[in-house]
């Protein structure tokens, strides 16, 4: 059962305009098309304390080297750890990429996560959370980009700029983020929500010296410090 999480009316209030704003601001993102569960959880495995492009240089080059995710769990892990090493800290990504494919065909016969859409949101996301390596926001982006499931994942960006807008309360840590982010707003705007806040943080509201004067949300943004323009 999904716990219940009280959120402050202004917070689901503000949530509420902000999306509406970076709607007209942004117009309704678009993301690349969805991946197969399991190629997403790999991506994202692979996306930890890195950039886009080399996750995605990793993922080509798992693609070019082994013909089915079979072939991966059987690859020798040196081997793996190398193919995937432009991605950073190979030693611990290559091991729980094939101790996560390894067990899913043990538990499910194949290597298969379509069978996830099957189940309550709270259950599959515990499932997914109950493997090495797999945090909230892992699980949360294998649900919604993938199985299209209501599920807010909460990045690095979102965690700053939904503390510095007033989205929610200061003092919690980026797991309760996910739960309050995702109690407060509606389900219905996860995808465009979590795509237009993450280009926010990108493009202005960047960590060291935030745009404040060119922000689309100033007028509703609660940073102390925030710039004028």
Not at 82 to 87: F, L, M, S
Not at 106 to 133: H, M, Q, Y
Not at 179 to 197: F, G, I, K
Request: net charge neutral.
């Amino acid at each position: 059962m999904k716990p219940v999480i009280e959120v402050a009316p202004e917070h689901r209030e503000r949530l509420r305009r902000v999306n509406a704003r970076l709607n007209v601001v942004f117009g309704y993102p678009k993301w690349r098309e969805p991946l197969p569960a399991v190629d997403e959880l790999v991506c994202t495995f692979l996306s930890q304390n890195t950039n886009d492009l080399n996750r995605d240089k990793a993922f080509s080059n798992i693609r070019a080297r082994y013909a089915s995710w079979d072939e991966v769990c059987e690859a020798d892990p040196d081997e793996f750890m190398q193919v995937i090493r432009v991605a950073g800290l190979a030693n611990q990504k290559g091991p729980n990429i094939q101790a996560a494919l390894r067990r899913i065909r043990e538990e499910r016969g194949e290597i298969d996560l379509e069978w996830l859409r099957e189940l309550p949101v709270e259950e599959a996301r515990e499932w997914l959370l109950s493997f090495k390596g797999v945090g909230r926001k892992t699980a949360a982006i294998v649900l919604l980009f993938s199985l299209g499931m209501p599920a807010f994942p909460v990045d690095t960006h979102i965690y700053r700029v939904s503390g510095r807008i007033g989205l929610r309360p200061q003092a919690i840590d980026p797991d309760a983020a996910h739960r309050y982010l995702e109690a407060a707003a509606d389900p219905a705007d996860y995808y465009a929500l979590h795509l237009n806040l993450i280009r926010l943080g990108r493009e202005i509201c960047q960590a060291r010296k935030p745009a404040c004067p060119s922000c689309p949300i100033a007028d509703l943004c609660q940073f102390p410090d925030k710039v004028a323009g």
